[in-house]
């Protein structure tokens, strides 16, 4: 009997080729990017799972903004105050560091921490000690580390050689941190090594922000009683520290999804993009499942002579309903096969485009039993109309034609085409919201020339000699200016409060500013406006301080500005400029209070203006053998300021490109359902379209009479669509200080487009139909 049933099923298949491909290629496109995105989902629900400890482990931040950078002190004094912490540690990312071992030499990121960092994290050792350290002169490398340095993991010490320096003894090995840890690194180093090496560092004040802190609570433990213990603790050793700077606990299951933070409260973070894309999957399955039902419904009702028949010659309702459900299943088993393989194809391009790593091979069990039942579900939701509607017929009223009516599925399969386009019609007007909005805070003026900069980052003895590698660039003719400051104007990293000026108000001290330390030729090389007084010119302003137009009318200076002392850090220096505002978050921001100190102690990169006479490839040239000149075993480390502010839209666009790719694929895939019904709807009306033509009727009048049938569920689905759309981007829009408006041409191109592709889609066959000759339409057995 099974035999059978396959041999009907896949005669059925042959009989219709156009119908089932289209069938199951909707549901096959739909279920593939479907599952990536479910996928993608679990992928981001799984971070930091792996830690043994990961429920009883927090990071302290700073409440506000939720800032990690805290002060050196912080976790010692927490561990030896608070009975319910059973560790607390530090960590730091300091620049990439270059690793040598024999030949060997690689620039890898890692991390300085304290020696009980293994108690508090699940990165197993393979090799050495967990408390390796403990000691001064020491570095844990992970195994893909100890690999490209040494061809092997077992490598307990063995020397490797930390900026062509310092001999650090390999003290342990352990496993790479998994795709899915917040923390990452390729080697740790001990906090004390970093007391050694940063003068910065063994100044042990609580003042000395800069160093992340994590604690691990006693099982016992309360977070909340905790946190309300710690909460003042900052202001209390140190009174220059507003008060409002007070700290909070965000546990580890929070880190990677819900890290933005206001008011000491979660507000949201990258979960908002998980749910986002959980919404796109679910809605692209939908489509591609109500597809999937509607023309497998819409084929079955051309079996029902089918089912009397076989009904007359003993097959029973049981029999009946295990055929057309072995059919149904067999046709989305077809299509998760096709869905799995067109997936795996997939996968790389949709890892690049989310900067993901996810894997088949180890995708999670959930992954698989979603799949599964919803494979399961699917073939038993389509299936059970003509198992159980068509199997009940009896069969004399079947042969004599008098049950099917035209109007008993014709309304559902209606409501499931205007279903499937409101979806898709939503997401178009989404799309071009979404496009529109980036397009927007793209062009919105930058405030300094982002063209042709490029960061250098200073180690080695280009740290130390940095005025001669300047005046070096300069003279090779690769770069025309260049200053050197504590990190890329394109990536906002410091601020400080505490500041004092003159005619300062009370409260004013908890004011936030940005910082940006630079040096000589500063709003030179930058492209800054400087809108009063002077760029800083020489050493000679090692006590000066330049301030943008937001800090100018937070101070409420009177005229002239220049000249005019403030404190910060507890040093008067005076103001020698004023600069234009600039974009130093995001250019949909309104741009907050910021002050330039000169300061070439702290310093990170160097940015220089490119030569425009020259071609990029030939001022890089020119750059690295300068570069190598000081560094010869550095690899030459660059980026380019307009792509790295570009990195701030990294969101945005990633937004813009999968709802522009799920509304496309959703009007594709609703559009061949929309194929696949009319097809149905021609064949089925054959004799009708026969006896017009007879009658009269001509091919515009058939053809308008055919097509109006499908027009009418895309019109509701415009209707409907329209304001929940424009409910939901209002609402996203808000996000956005600038932001554009949505407009009434948005919504109608949109609905224009939708009619538009819609009447393509079902005229063709309609016209098909409207020219077929009347005398085969109309003739009988």
């Known amino acids: 009997m099974f035999t059978s049933y396959i041999k009907i099923a896949l005669r059925n298949l042959r009989r219709n080729r156009t119908f ?40 302290v931040k700073t409440g506000g903004e939720g800032g990690p950078n805290l002060p050196i002190p912080l976790a010692p004094y927490l561990k030896r105050t608070i009975p319910e912490i059973r560790y607390a540690v530090r960590t730091s990312y300091p620049a990439p560091h270059l690793l040598q071992a024999g030949e060997k030499s690689v620039k890898l990121n890692g991390m300085y921490t304290d020696p009980q960092f293994q108690q508090l994290f699940t990165f197993p050792v393979i090799k050495g000690s967990e408390q390796a350290l403990g000691d001064v002169n020491v570095i844990v490398l992970t195994e893909s580390t100890a690999r490209t340095l040494f061809g092997k993991t077992d490598v307990v010490g063995q020397m490797v050689k930390l900026d062509t320096k310092q001999s650090l003894m390999v003290a342990a090995v352990v496993k790479d941190p998994p795709g899915n840890s917040t923390i990452t690194f390729s080697y740790l180093l001990s906090w004390r090594l970093f007391e050694k090496n940063e003068l910065w560092v063994q100044e042990n004040s609580w003042g000395n922000f800069g160093v992340n802190t994590y604690v691990q609570l006693e099982q016992a433990a309360n977070a909340a009683a905790v946190e309300r213990k710690i909460r003042d603790v900052l202001h209390e050793q140190q009174a220059s520290i507003p008060a409002s700077t007070y700290l909070m606990l965000h546990p580890m299951s929070e880190w990677k999804l819900y890290d933005k933070i206001k008011d000491g409260k979660v507000t949201g973070g990258k979960i908002d993009t998980v749910r986002l894309f959980g919404l796109l999957g679910l809605g692209i399955l939908l489509i591609a499942c109500v597809n999937f039902m ?22 029973n309702r049981t029999m009946l309903i295990g055929q057309f459900m072995g059919e149904s299943l067999l046709l989305v088993g077809v299509s998760l096969l096709l869905a799995l393989i067109l997936m795996w194809a997939l996968l790389p391009w949709f890892n690049t485009l989310t900067g993901s790593s996810l894997t088949l ?8 039993i979603a799949v599964v039942g919803l494979g399961l579900l699917t073939g ?17 009223a079947v042969l004599k034609g008098s049950i099917i009516q035209v109007g008993s599925t014709f309304r ?11 979806l898709a019609v939503a997401l178009m007007i989404v799309t071009v919201v979404i496009y529109r909005q980036i397009r927007f805070i793209q062009q919105q003026p930058v405030g300094y020339n982002v063209k042709g900069l490029v960061d250098v980052q200073l180690e080695g003895k280009v740290y130390d000699e940095y005025s001669a590698f300047r005046e070096e660039a300069i003279a090779s003719g690769a770069v025309t200016n260049g200053t050197i400051v504590m990190n890329s104007i394109s990536t906002p990293s410091g ?13 004013e001290k908890e004011i936030n500013f940005g910082i940006l330390t630079g040096t000589e030729h500063f709003a030179s090389t930058f492209g800054l406006t400087v809108k009063e007084g002077r760029d800083f010119l020489s050493p000679a302003d090692s006590f000066s301080i330049m301030i943008n137009e937001a800090a100018l009318k937070v101070m409420r200076l009177k005229e002239p500005v220049t000249g005019q002392q403030i404190v910060l850090n507890g040093q008067t220096r005076t103001i020698t400029g004023v600069v234009k505002n600039f974009v130093w978050e995001m250019s949909y921001m309104p741009a907050g209070p910021m002050v330039f100190p000169y300061n070439p102690s702290w310093r990170g990169v160097i940015t220089f203006r490119m030569n425009p006479d020259l071609s990029v490839s ?28 570009q990195q701030k839209y990294a969101y945005e666009k990633l937004l813009g490109s999968l709802v522009k790719i799920f509304a496309t694929l959703a009007i594709v895939i609703s559009c061949l359902g929309l194929l696949g019904l009319s097809v149905f709807a021609t064949a089925r009306r054959k004799k009708e379209v026969g006896i017009r033509k007879v009658m009269g009727a001509g091919v515009t009048q058939v053809t308008v009479l055919l097509s109006g049938e499908f027009l009418k569920p895309v019109f509701i689905a415009i209707i409907v669509a329209t304001p929940v759309a424009c409910y939901i981007m209002h609402r996203w829009l808000q996000h956005y200080t600038y932001r554009i408006s949505i407009e009434w041409w948005m919504c109608a191109g949109v609905a224009l487009l939708a009619i538009l592709i819609a009447l393509l889609t079902v005229s063709v066959q309609s016209v098909r139909a409207a020219l077929m000759n009347p005398v085969k339409a109309l003739r009988t057995e």
């Open 294 to 315: 509607n023309l497998s419904t819409a084929q079955s009702e051309q079996r029902a002579r089918e089912v009397g028949v076989r009904k007359a010659i003993g097959a």
């Open 380 to 396: 038993i939701i389509s299936g059970s109309y003509p198992a159980f509607f068509l199997s009940s017929f009896r069969p004399v």
């Open 361 to 368: 091979l180890q995708a999670p069990v959930a992954f698989w």
């Open 618 to 645: 030939e001022c890089m040239a020119r750059l690295e053998k300068v570069y190598h000149s000081f560094n010869a075993d550095y690899p030459f480390g660059y980026s380019f300021v307009d792509e790295s502010y």
């Open 495 to 507: 601020s400080v409060w505490g500041l004092s000026w003159p005619g300062q108000r009370e409260g």
């Open 412 to 422: 559902p399969r209606q409501a499931l085409v205007v279903f499937q386009f409101t």
């Open 20 to 59: 089932s491909l289209i069938n199951i290629a909707g549901l096959a496109i739909g279920m593939a990017v479907s599952f990536l995105l479910i996928l993608y989902v679990l992928f981001q629900f799984s971070f930091d799972s792996f830690h043994k400890n990961n429920r009883s482990v927090f990071a």
